[in-house]
């Protein structure tokens, strides 16, 4: 049998038939990995206590170290990336860090934003825009917190835009307003009756394509034109059903809590340090980020985008941790008050806890015979590395999933490569084979033994 062969059903519907014994020798294991299909990137601040975040063992037997111990659960998903230099971030010790996390360019003077766009972006451009109904999503929990005073500024942002001049991204933060945008269409009590009838207008429009398709080629050209017309209003509407999230077995709508405790706009208050006072909003960043994330990985489910940046707080993290006994803010511990570095690791612990969460939520969600996680790319990381002294050098770095052939399960060492080399990997997994990314002076080129 052929590798071609489909069912056909009426009209012009046809499905593909997975590979069958009959249809010869399957594709060998040392073919071109498919790339990958989805890019989630996580950011945390304030960096890690290195000592405590390391691994210990070899690459392929290792053991987390105490910040990332939460994550044994799912370290067959996981590769830590370990000993790159984030070198090209230059200019103010955690804006630099931010601006070039992404991007993989130096601040421009001033205080100003990077020279070029985010990778997230230019994934988006590649996989998403065009073809969902979000290019890109960006949320952010609690943001904004220090002296930006709730505003998008260089010590905040993450995300620029793939076309000069690369303006930056402002993430959404309030959990109310991005459920309605996201998932208001869903209906929870629908079920698959939803996904049949959605199914069912498909087919009656592939079928009048297919009808339409025919009947052109026996036509003069003024007929022949009107109906491409007609085509082309058909393929408008098909499209427009390809946007609209459908619950089914791995698109549903997430459960919705009770978010008004919760201030996403409290940074507008900031004081004159540049501190906010909202204990309020603080002790509710656990929940509200649950439902982020929750958000989060049913927008790649759904298919509303294929692109996403969650960021926790931003580089001045100046909100406090009451779940953590914690009642100073994070940039206190990290060297306002002091290093303290008990402190920074139990927040660092907690955040793994966190991204436990999310790769879990992801490896739940069947998309056909695989995981969401099977088919993404994770990216997690921070502006620095060492919190007292800003230093950027053996960044605490992850990346999970298995998109682009990606092996994961792994403890990967680099010698002082620069990060930007990590940026270019990422879009090779995506199929976008570049040699560089960022400014060219921070690359090498592509790492070694990611797939």
Known sequence: MSRRAVLRGAGAIAIALPWLEIMGPERTASAQATPAKRFLSVYTPGGT???R???????????????LSPLAPVQDKLIVVDGLDMKSAIG?????????WLSGTTQAPNGG?????????VIASRISAGKKAKASIE???????????????PMNSANFESAAPFRPIPPRLDPTEIFTELFGTLDPSAGNDAARRLARKKSILDFLDGRYSALSSRLGAADAQKIDQHLTKIREIEKSLDSVPVETSACKAPTRVDTSDYNPRTGLNADNDGKVKDTSTDAAIPKVGKLMMDMMVMSLACDITAVGTLQWSDTEAKHTFPWL??????????????????????????????HLYLLQEMAKIDMGGHSLLDESVVFFGSELQDPPSHNKSNMPFLLAGGG????????????NRPHNDLLVSILNLF????NTFGDPKFCTGPLTNLT
Not at 92 to 100: K, N, W
């Open 431 to 434: 199929g976008d084979n570049r």
């Open 139 to 153: 949320i952010a929990v609690r943001w904004a917190t220090g002296k930006s005073h709730g505003l998008l500024s």
């Open 92 to 100: 103010e010790q955690h804006q630099a860090g931010i601006i070039a």
């Open 49 to 51: 206590v290195l000592n």
């Open 325 to 354: 006994n914690l009642s100073e803010h994070h940039h206190f511990y990290q060297h306002d008050g002091g290093f303290r570095a008990a402190e920074c690791e139990r927040i660092c612990n907690w955040y793994s806890q966190q």
């Open 53 to 67: 975040w390391r691994p210990t063992g070899n690459e392929t037997n290792f053991t987390l170290g105490p910040i």
């Open 404 to 415: 682009g052939g990606l092996r994961a399960g792994r403890w990967l060492r680099y010698n």
């Open 113 to 121: 934003y990077g020279g070029g766009p985010s990778v997230d972006q």
